[in-house]
């Protein structure tokens, strides 16, 4: 995060002895390095702020133009109260003969847009990791007025984006972002993610690592480990699934699929007796285990109390519907097994905290964003205004496992927290949090690695058969597929 950049910044200047100048010269090459290999020589647009990014943008200048490209630096706003290392890059700019023009972005939009525009080459090195807030009012009719028609490269974010949570505008939207050391949340976290393009990692050439693991982690593989060649099915874990009111059979049929898809010894799905020929067709490999109500799960827990002793986990509330609240509260309690709680389940915890201190270090939660306003009582824009924040702290304060399901899911433990890196806008659509429900239960792998598995077989259906036309079943389809390709790497 932006404060561990300046730590970093910190030790290499005061501990180590390395002078500023020498980390901004290892950024600025680095990234022009980058660049050169991407690009041919060509006319190159630099947009440069005041701050330590826009002296980046000073040393990737001078190196393109070493490289053969005719770079041009674009000062955004007064160049007046430079640090000392930006100031010297720009004066060996002056000094070389560079062209350096200064824009007032708060100004008329000046005459020098249209070169900007049709620039080959553009990089915005404007704002960097200490970007707050939202872009000033002045400067977002120039940003408006910024349509580069050549390729984009941003330094260490898209300018405009805050680092740690991605919340913001960017200036302009990035084919690749110059990441210097360590990629930031806010490359991963929406609406950041979109700005970024692809993200390159520029090494800075300094002993540091970032080891504090309470910093968020990127997931960007997953580990399923290998079976024994002695194995059985009671080897693997026995899955119950909880959910499933009629009409929303659906839901729960697809968490017992994946659950099996994924390596589950056993999946036994929970059914009030007039339906349980649902289920016996729909997944002919699981097990069901019919309760009394023909008309639901009733008043008294203690049926699927039974149920539940004996699996290895339990998951509850896919398609299970909002009429048995207290039901559910009290089966939450009484489970003697750990638990996925999904869904309507979810809902019926709702924001209790005596009831989720008491059942949290047995459960992982699943929850989009409606779920999660449900289980903390904060808004769905509090929440995403710091994703990670809002899931961290009910990781730690109940001493859980919370996966907080989106575009850019976030898995919480205390002390620790992933952002997922794989999935795609084919996942837009019902059923697919029931297969990450039944992907979890099955305990195959963590929470985070399933997590990247379900995305990656997104990815993967949506290469075949279009953003537009993946289905939830198409997901457990591709699960297989996603498996052996990593089993061959």
């Known amino acids: ?47 440069a702020g005041k701050g330590n990014n826009g002296g980046d943008g000073f040393v990737i200048a001078r190196h393109l133009s070493a490289a053969g490209f005719d770079a041009a630096v674009f000062c955004i706003g007064a160049m007046e109260g430079l640090s000392e290392e930006a100031a010297l890059n720009r004066e060996l700019l002056k000094a070389l003969g560079i062209r350096m023009i200064s824009l007032d972005p708060s100004g008329p939009l000046p005459e020098h847009m249209a070169e900007i525009n049709s620039a080959p080459l553009v990089v915005d090195a404007v704002y960097g990791v200490g970007f707050r807030g939202s872009l000033r009012e002045s400067v977002k009719p120039f940003a408006r ?54 993200v390159i990692r520029i090494g800075l050439g300094v002993p540091w690592r970032f080891e504090d693991p309470s910093l968020p982690r990127l997931k960007e593989s997953f580990s399923i480990p290998p079976r024994e060649p002695d194995c059985y099915k009671g080897s693997f874990a026995h899955v119950g699934i909880v959910g499933g009111r009629l009409g929303m059979t659906g839901a729960a049929i697809l968490a017992a699929k994946s659950a099996l898809c994924c390596g589950a010894g056993l999946v036994s799905v929970a059914s009030p007796s007039a339906w349980a020929h649902i289920y016996e067709t729909a997944v002919s490999d699981a097990m069901t285990c019919p309760v009394k109500s023909s008309e639901g799960y009733g008043d ?53 905290p005596g009831l989720l201190e008491e059942i949290g270090p047995k459960c992982v939660f699943t929850p989009h964003y409606g779920e999660m306003s449900y289980l903390t009582g904060l808004s769905i824009e509090e929440i995403k205004a710091d994703k990670l924040k809002a ?13 907080l399901k989106g575009p850019d899911t976030v898995t919480a433990y205390p002390g620790k927290t992933f952002i997922n890196t794989s999935g795609c806008p084919a996942m837009a659509g019902p059923g697919f949090g029931d297969v990450l429900c039944g992907m979890i239960a099955s305990g195959a792998a963590s929470p985070e690695d399933m997590v990247f598995l379900h995305g990656l077989a997104g990815q993967r259906a949506a290469e075949e058969l279009s953003e537009a036309c993946v289905r939830a079943e198409d997901i457990i389809r591709y699960i297989p597929v996603c498996i052996k390709e990593r089993s061959t790497l």
């Open 391 to 403: 899931a961290a702290g009910f990781a730690r304060r109940y001493n859980t496992c919370l996966v």
């Open 145 to 198: 007025a910024l349509h580069p028609e050549g390729a984009v490269f941003c330094v260490d974010m898209p300018s405009g984006i805050d680092s740690d949570t991605g919340r913001g505008e960017a200036l302009m939207k990035a084919d690749f972002t110059l990441a210097m050391e360590a990629p930031k949340p806010g490359l991963y976290l929406y609406p950041g993610r979109k700005y970024a393009g692809e």
């Open 300 to 352: 008294d827990p203690g049926e699927l109390l039974e149920f539940a002793a004996g699996k290895d986990t339990v998951a509850i509330g896919p398609g299970f519907g909002r009429s048995s609240r207290e039901f559910v509260r009290e089966f939450l309690r009484r489970c003697p097994v750990p638990m996925v709680v999904d869904a309507d389940a979810l809902w019926c915890a709702g924001n209790d």
């Open 1 to 47: 995060m932006a404060e561990d950049i300046r730590r970093m910044d910190s030790h290499c200047v005061r501990t180590l002895g390395m002078p500023a100048a020498v980390l901004m010269e290892n950024a600025g090459r680095g990234a022009a390095r980058e660049i050169v290999s991407r690009m041919a020589p060509c006319r190159a647009a630099v947009l």
